[in-house]
Structure formats: structure tokens, C-alpha cells
């Protein structure tokens, strides 16, 4: 049989039984729509998270310093850690799984004046690859250099809210603040981020200047020594080795501070990896949820496809009886019904993957909650939808093909209705 005939036959089919073949039709657009889109809202659930994630940092552990809950080397437990400037480079030296390692420190309602305005803020002083690893990304302007990290220059970049306080619509870049006591050029100014997550505040109410200048004009206050900083930020060599990296920070530290190095409470560590793969497996898991609901709604739309070419089959018993007397091959038979099936299962999904990317298209056109970046359909999704549409087409129709291709044509013929 042509084409032609096969998609007129179809069509006749279907025009004889409207509402069943409009249910069953549906049943099966319904399913694919169901499965683009469900995977479609965790895609997007998962990269909005993960753009959110790399706003805190790149693959980054922060180190905490803590007090020490076992004893270790004579010392009492109870004892209070900190951190040095000097411990920077011997854990650079000893900590070979970590590819860069930084001291951070920061300041509290540092009183900030422009000759516009003012406001307290928290003043935050690194080393300038510390712009990268924490995703700190430039609007206007430049970030510290090494120049300015060695020559202890008075220089700074500014978080968004921070600029829009003191400056307004205005440029900052090139103004002279007042931070504190000391005055500050700002050669920078940071895109607004939207972060979920931080450990001493936006990024956005910062005031970012030279690990050097910090130390300099806001040193640490006793009992901590001059030189004292509040934390260590970190990124392995690779994502692999964050759990070695980690183990070596706290084998290192151990020595320089002499607590044992199985002594949690002495150091704390946020894995921001870590968190991320936990995160990735339970997003993996919804989606997989979501994709089954969506291929178990599929599915019962073959089970409609079969039911509907099981009636087509009965209501043509006669018509299959008199092709097969007049030479009609088992193949030929078996082949129109099955071709029938997957003809309507087809045209049924297109439909579902058209409206499925149609929605997903319009739905993104709009603003999309915090943290979600739309419903995205991935290659993949498609490549599956289509292929797992083929499969039904084909098993929906291939249970009542066999049954009309097994038809001899005197049991055909002799068929009432």
C-alpha cells in the first residue's frame, strides 16, 4: 500500500470515531508534552542553582578557624585557633592537591564616605586571584593587581548596593573614599550578583581592597596576633581531589597549630563542591521522577493507540478477509496496521514536541524566578521524546497487526458485526 492510501486510510479512521480518536490522540501529545516539560523545569531548576552556586565561588573550600573539643600534643581542649598570614605559604607548600590557596580578611561596619554619602560596611581584603575563584565580575573599572597587593596600595572595588549607596547613578570609578581613617581610590565596581548562599555577607555590601592594605590599616586586635586572618579560601587541582585537598589542609594546619587533625570542631571546612554534587544528585532524581511520570502518562496513551486499532481491526474484519482471498501477503497486512498505529502515534507526539517547545519558548520569554533559569530542553530530552514515541507507535500497533495478519480469509469473511 502507498502512502497516500495509507495516510487516507488513517484519516478515514479516525473521522469515523472523532471523540475516541481526539482522546487518544490527546492521551499521547499530553504524554510527550508532559515528559518535555517536567524535564524542562528541572533542567532549569538545575542550572539556575548551579549558576547560583558558582556565585559564592569556583569549585572553592573555605576554611574556619574553631576551637579545638580534643586534646592534642599536651594542649587542653577548649583551646582557641586562628590563622596567620604566614600559614599561607606553608600550606601552598604542603597541600599538593590544592591548586590555590588565599587568606581572607574582613571588616566589620567600616565607616565608608564618599563626597556624596556614606554607610558602614564590611571591607574585605585578598589576594587579586580572589576575584576569580569567587566569581567577583567587573561592570566598570579594574580589580587589584599584584602590583597594588605589593605595593600596599589604597585602592578600591566596590559591591553594586555599595556603589549605588554612595554614588548613586554617578561612575565611582576614580572617586576617593573615606575608608575608616585612610583615604581610598576606587578603580572598580562589581557586577550585582544574586547569591543564594555566603558566609559573612553579600557580596554586594562589600568593599573589596588589598589583602595588604587590610592588614595595614585594619590590623587584628588582641588576643589575636597582628597578623591574624579570618579565614582560608582554596580550590583543588580538580574536582576529584576536593576531599584529598581538604584531608591535606587539615593534616597541614594540625602541625602549624598542633591539634589533632581528626579534631573537627579545631577547623571548620564548607565543601562548596560537596554541596553541589549532593545538590546534583537530588536534582538527578527529580528529573527522574518527573521523566517517569511523563513516560507513564505516555505509555497509557499506547495503551489508547492500541485499543483504537484493536476496534479499527475488528470493524475491518471483513475488508482484511477479502484482501488476504484476493493475495493480500501475512506482511502486507501486518504492515498496514502497524504503519497505521505508528502513523497516528507520530503525528499525535509531533504535535506534543511542537507544543512542548512552543511553550517552553514562550515561557522563557518572561522573568523567571530567582534561581531558575527557565524551562530548558536539552538535546537530549528531544532525542528521547522522539525515540520513546517511536517505541510506542510501534508496540501500541503491533499487538493488533498481529492479530489482523493471523486472520485466514474464510474466518475473515465469515465475520459478523
Not at 502512502?3 to 499530553?30: D, H, P
Not at 505516555?298 to 477479502?322: A, D, F, K, P, W
Not at 527557565?374 to 493488533?400: K, N
Request: net charge neutral; hydrophobic share 45%; aromatic share 8%.
Amino acid at each position: 500500500m502507498r502512502w497516500q492510501e495509507l495516510i487516507s486510510e488513517t484519516y478515514r479512521g479516525l473521522v469515523a470515531n472523532k471523540l475516541r480518536s481526539f482522546l487518544t490522540m490527546f492521551g499521547i501529545a499530553w504524554g510527550v508534552l508532559s515528559i518535555m516539560l517536567m524535564m524542562a523545569a528541572g533542567e532549569g531548576l538545575k542550572q539556575g542553582q548551579a549558576a547560583a552556586q558558582r556565585t559564592l565561588g569556583k569549585d572553592i573550600m573555605i576554611v574556619f578557624p574553631g576551637r579545638t573539643s580534643l586534646q592534642a600534643g599536651g594542649e587542653r581542649s577548649g583551646r582557641r585557633i586562628w590563622f596567620e598570614w604566614s600559614d599561607v605559604e606553608t600550606l601552598r607548600r604542603d597541600c599538593h592537591a590544592v591548586a590555590l590557596l588565599t587568606a581572607e580578611l574582613g571588616r566589620n561596619s567600616i565607616t565608608v564616605k564618599s563626597p556624596h554619602n556614606s554607610g558602614a560596611f564590611r571591607v574585605t581584603g585578598a589576594l587579586p586571584f580572589f576575584a576569580d575563584i569567587r566569581s567577583l565580575t567587573l561592570v566598570r573599572g579594574r580589580l587589584w593587581n599584584d602590583t597594588d597587593e605589593r605595593e600596599r596600595h589604597r585602592v578600591a572595588v566596590l559591591g553594586d548596593d555599595v556603589s549605588r549607596q554612595l554614588f548613586g547613578t554617578r561612575d565611582a570609578v576614580g572617586a576617593t573614599l573615606q575608608v575608616g581613617d585612610f583615604p581610598y581610590q576606587v578603580i572598580g565596581v562589581l557586577e550585582k550578583k544574586d547569591q543564594d548562599s555566603n558566609y559573612d555577607g553579600p557580596d554586594n555590601q562589600k568593599v573589596f581592597i588589598p589583602l595588604s592594605a587590610v592588614s595595614t590599616d585594619f590590623p587584628a586586635k588582641p588576643p589575636l596576633p597582628p597578623n591574624a586572618v579570618d579565614r582560608l579560601i582554596a580550590t583543588p587541582v580538580s574536582v576529584d581531589l576536593h576531599t584529598e585537598a581538604e584531608a591535606q589542609i587539615r593534616r597541614s594546619l594540625a602541625r602549624l597549630r598542633r591539634f589533632d587533625p581528626t579534631d573537627k570542631d579545631a577547623v571548620g571546612v564548607w565543601d562548596t563542591i560537596k554541596g553541589a554534587q549532593v545538590f546534583q544528585t537530588v536534582t538527578d532524581s527529580m528529573q527522574l521522577f518527573l521523566g517517569t511520570v511523563g513516560v507513564v502518562t505516555l505509555l497509557l496513551g499506547g495503551i489508547g493507540v492500541m485499543n483504537i486499532m484493536l476496534v479499527s481491526v475488528s470493524e475491518r474484519t471483513r475488508e482484511i478477509g477479502l484482501r488476504k482471498a484476493l493475495g493480500a501477503t501475512r506482511h502486507a497486512v501486518l504492515t498496514q496496521i502497524l504503519s497505521e498505529a505508528l502513523l497516528l502515534t507520530l503525528f499525535s507526539g509531533g504535535f506534543g514536541l511542537a507544543a512542548g517547545f512552543a511553550l517552553c519558548w514562550g515561557v522563557n520569554r518572561f522573568p523567571m524566578p530567582q534561581f531558575f533559569a527557565g524551562l530548558i530542553v536539552t538535546p537530549e530530552v528531544g532525542v528521547f521524546s522522539a525515540l520513546l514515541l517511536a517505541v510506542v507507535g510501534v508496540a501500541s500497533g503491533f499487538y493488533p497487526a498481529k492479530i489482523a495478519a493471523d486472520m485466514t480469509p474464510i474466518e475473515a469473511l465469515r465475520f459478523e458485526r
